[in-house]
């Protein structure tokens, strides 16, 4: 049990529509992160907040943009969906601080996202 | 730009045998490497860490070995069993929040 949960499990849109994905850790870990696993199955950061505060941003188009409303929350928001942005996210979350150590990552289960 | 190379193909043995998967990096130089597993529709799941100045570490029937100057770091399964079949990600770590992963290897081990 990661104690991370996304939701939803799967979410199948068309093209140009808004959408949201949720994600919630449950053991007041300091960072969480959102990841893009593509069809080649390669596991990409896009962000990283830390005690609600974004501290990785990848080049990423600016259509994503998380949302932290507190600390055991980090949502993904993505604008005009396009084909290529059908994929795999994950959440995850790890304790140690910046800098401090080791941030082994703890995954949520995924949101599968398709767009038609 | 840094690249990890984890052998694309499907790794077939049988079982009771020991599994060997290679992960080589270019252009970086990590802190630590990690491992993770992930069954198909789940999340990654931690394995084991290995420290830049550490040589091999073991956990159970897991382990793994990190040489810095060839670039590249060894993880075994040894007396492998069907439910060790999944796909096992290298992790990279430099330091701060930003860890980069391997694509993995899917690993088969037949009864």
């Known amino acids: 049990d990661t104690a991370v949960s996304q939701t939803p499990k799967y979410l199948v849109t068309q093209m140009g529509n808004d959408k949201s994905i949720k994600c919630e850790q449950n053991l007041g870990h300091d960072t969480m992160y959102w990841y893009k696993q593509d069809s080649k199955k390669f596991l990409k950061i896009m962000f990283s907040y830390n005690n609600k505060e974004l501290i990785i941003n990848e080049t990423v188009p600016n259509r994503f943009s998380p949302k932290s409303p507190d600390k055991a929350h980090l949502n993904l928001h993505i604008n005009s969906l396009e084909l290529g942005d059908s994929a795999v996210y994950f959440c995850a979350r790890s304790h140690e601080g910046r800098g401090a150590g080791v941030d082994t990552q703890y995954f949520g289960p995924g949101t599968r996202l398709t767009v038609l | 730009s840094q690249k990890i190379e984890q052998n694309s193909e499907a790794l077939n043995i049988q079982e009771g045998k020991t599994a060997t998967l290679t992960c080589n990096y270019t252009n970086y130089s990590p802190a630590y490497l990690q491992w993770y597993r992930q069954d198909p529709g789940r999340g990654p799941v931690f394995l084991l860490l290995?420290?830049?100045?550490?040589k091999e570490k073991r956990k159970e029937r897991l382990k793994v070995t990190f040489d810095t100057t060839l670039k590249q770091s060894l993880f075994h399964i040894t007396a492998s069993q069907p439910a060790d079949s999944a796909t096992y990600l290298c992790?990279?770590?430099?330091?701060?929040?930003?860890?980069?992963f391997g694509a993995g290897t899917r690993l088969f081990v037949k009864a």
């Open positions: 290995i420290r830049e100045n550490e």
């Open positions: 992790a990279l770590v430099r330091g701060g929040f930003k860890t980069i």
